[in-house]
């Protein structure tokens, strides 16, 4: 019988070269796949792209963002102004967004709702931002978007059964709206009623052509939940793809998921990745010695006795 003494400095060296491999990979793909858009539009400005919420634009009102190559539709709201959706044409690098005030009053409602919900830290700010909701439903009742922004907030208070009621509401009016059917998976989910998740996060996929991030990270959640690692996986992919690295959180996700499997090297990787992209993150810490602890397992030596 022989013994094979491996030594920690090369579990390190692998697990680093395994590493840096993933990434570059991970760098080419996202080189491949994804060009820069520059918006051009008022100052704080949220964008969307195909419904997919980027980010907000600078006090110049500018923006850059990642996005596939094709087709794609992109949404702007600024507080006081009406709505804008355009298209984006393939090859199109830079899109001047020109907004119209509006005094539309279930519109400035909704945008103060918005506003109010994604600032609200506490139950109180997010029963305020409800009742601005409500106010916009009083002055416009057909609002599927002030549905689901309601929907929302009733889930961040755990009420679940007012939040599906208003979303059985915003897909009366509106029948296939993927957002919706994604934020009645996550109510469904966090229910703890699994079954009814999978499937509305599986129609909010089929809804949206297979283009709904939120839907794919609710539903890998659910499957790793379950012990469905591999599943997982592959949907915590999909959102990352989708999103063209917008969202360093899904990374983390990722990176759990790895480690539940035993899967080191792709864990660290994955970790890495939320690091190159949120270095100052809230989740950072614990991340770093999350990495530094899996690094120390590795320094342990192996013995492989065949």
């Given at each position: 019988m022989m013994i094979y003494r491996v030594t920690s400095r090369v579990i390190?060296?692998?697990?680093?070269?395994?590493?840096?491999?993933?990434?570059?990979?991970?760098?080419g793909a996202?080189?491949?796949t994804s060009s820069s858009l520059v918006i051009n539009t008022?100052?704080?400005a949220i964008v969307w792209v195909d419904e997919i919420r980027r980010g907000t634009t600078d006090a110049s009102g500018r923006?850059?963002?990642?996005v596939s190559p094709g087709r794609h539709a992109v949404r702007v709201r600024a507080s006081g102004f009406k709505?804008?959706?355009?298209?984006?044409?393939?090859?199109?690098?830079?899109?001047?967004?020109?907004?119209?005030?509006?005094?539309?009053?279930a519109e400035l409602l909704f945008q103060q709702a918005e506003d109010a919900r994604e600032k609200a830290r506490d139950d109180t700010a997010k029963e305020q931002a409800a009742d601005l909701?409500?106010?916009?439903?009083?002055a416009r009742p057909s609002f599927p978007a002030a549905r689901v922004g309601l929907a929302r907030v009733l889930l961040d208070l755990n009420q679940y059964q007012p939040a599906l009621a208003e979303i059985d509401s915003a897909r009366r009016a509106r029948p296939n709206y993927p957002e919706a059917s994604a934020v009645e998976g996550r109510i469904h989910r966090e229910a703890a009623f699994t079954d009814d998740a999978i499937a509305s996060f599986r129609r909010a996929i089929r809804e949206a052509k297979g283009f709904q991030p939120e839907a794919h990270v609710g539903l890998a959640?659910?499957?790793e939940e379950q012990g469905k690692y591999g599943e997982a996986e592959a949907e915590f992919r999909k959102a990352i793809a989708q999103l063209s690295d917008s969202e360093p959180i899904i990374y983390q996700m990722l990176g759990a998921?790895?480690?539940?499997q035993q899967k080191h090297k792709e864990a660290v990787a994955a970790y890495e990745k939320y690091l190159a992209l949120a270095p100052n993150g809230s989740l950072a810490p614990a991340i770093r010695s999350i990495i530094d602890q899996l690094r120390r397992e590795a320094e342990g030596g192996l013995e492989i006795i065949p």
């Open positions: 390190i060296v692998v697990l680093l070269s395994g590493v840096a491999a993933a990434q570059r990979r991970q760098t996202a080189r491949a008022e100052p704080n923006i850059e963002l990642k709505e804008a959706t355009l298209p984006l044409l393939p090859g199109r690098r830079m899109l001047p967004v020109k907004l119209v005030e509006t005094r539309d009053q909701y409500r106010q916009t439903l009083k959640r659910v499957l998921t790895y480690e539940k």
